[in-house]
């Protein structure tokens, strides 16, 4: 059943990142370790005999080596104290209310791209909040029922690519993201997450995202400026597809891992990551699918149980519907990216890579409850 409403006329209000584009010094020169070291130099056991050539060696690399950084990208990355995120799972918790909650209290802006919606309570919301401040929406042209209309929702325009975010940004500050549609399936039947980050620097990326995908930017737009922001010590990577090749960043993450990957995949086809996973698979790897996604013709469960990789179905009888990935029991990645070719290189998608390991608790948590 959809529930429409009427969202009251609004004035379009862009909301830029004034901040300049940065770029983390170790990862650009592609090295796992990239707070202690340099461009992937091992330590060196100087003597009399080369000191000098060495020490030429090292102020070359030190100026170009790695690509020579400078203006904005050097700036260093921004750091902010503010509330800790916060992780909720569907259905065992209800993310329609968490996404209604928050959207009650927005005193100025509420800006969605959802790729789907028809809960009645954070529809409401929306429409109510609309009568008095600032609310746009834009969904994906495929599911639009009449569910939600007026001047302040777009689509766009059913192109052969998907506009498959879901997330929310509110009065610039606080970002809702995660695999969750706020649909009746997927609050009360498919498994999920929401991410609740409070960050400017980090609402800034997806105001410049929205923006675009408001304008009628589907499918390509401007490199994110921020990829990476500390918030009370907890770095947070966050990357739009296509435009950031997401498949590139999980396949990377992969690559780091020193003891585990475990991972839980609505869509699962990238043979790029795929490969990645085979390359470790000396690790504890261990792999969900979604049982029915899992029965496609380019799905990768059958690769990856042929290379004795763990992985199964789920048994869920409605859907899997995570799109994450945790590795070493430390880091997390999350959000709308599947991992298929479509997601990486056609759709919208968002993604955050959270390094910490309280958080990457809660989601070893969800894996377990799903895996056993």
Known sequence: MYYHYKMNK?????????????????????????????????????????????????????SGGCGQITGDAAKEIPKENARNPEIYFCPREDCGKVYESNI??????????????????VISSLAQKSKTIDVKVV???????????????RFNGGQEQLMHNKFCVIDGYTV???????????????????????????ANNYEE??????NGKFGTGSKVKNPALYINDMEIENYFCPEDSCASHIANLINSADSSVYFMSYSFTSEK????????????????FDAEQSSSKFSQLK?????????????????????????????????????TSSADTRNDENMLIIHDKNIAKHFLEEFDSLWN
């Open 139 to 153: 969904m994906d042209a495929s599911n639009d029922k009449g569910q939600i209309k007026g001047d302040g929702v």
């Open 273 to 288: 990551i795929a490969e990645a996973i085979i390359k470790k698979k000396g690790l504890d790897i261990r792999g969900i």
């Open 10 to 62: 609004l004035i379009f209000k862009l909301f830029y990142n004034a901040n300049s584009q940065l770029r983390q010094y170790g990862r650009i020169c592609g090295i796992k370790n990239y707070r202690t070291k340099v461009c992937g130099i091992k330590p060196i056991i100087f003597n009399k005999n080369i000191f000098f050539i060495i020490s030429i060696a090292f102020l070359v690399v030190l």
């Open 176 to 202: 809702l993201t995660g695999s969750f549609n706020p649909t009746e399936n997927d609050n009360y039947r498919n498994n999920n997450n929401v991410e609740v980050i409070y960050s400017t620097t980090l």
């Open 104 to 121: 009650k209290l927005a005193n100025s802006t509420v800006h969605c791209a959802l790729y789907d919606i028809n809960l009645k309570n």
């Open 303 to 339: 690769r990856l149980q042929g290379f004795g990789i763990n992985a199964k179905k789920d048994r869920n009888k409605y859907k899997m519907h995570h799109k994450v990935f945790i590795i070493d029991n430390e880091t997390v990645a999350t959000g709308s990216f599947n991992p």
């Open 209 to 214: 995202e929205f923006g675009e995908l408001w």
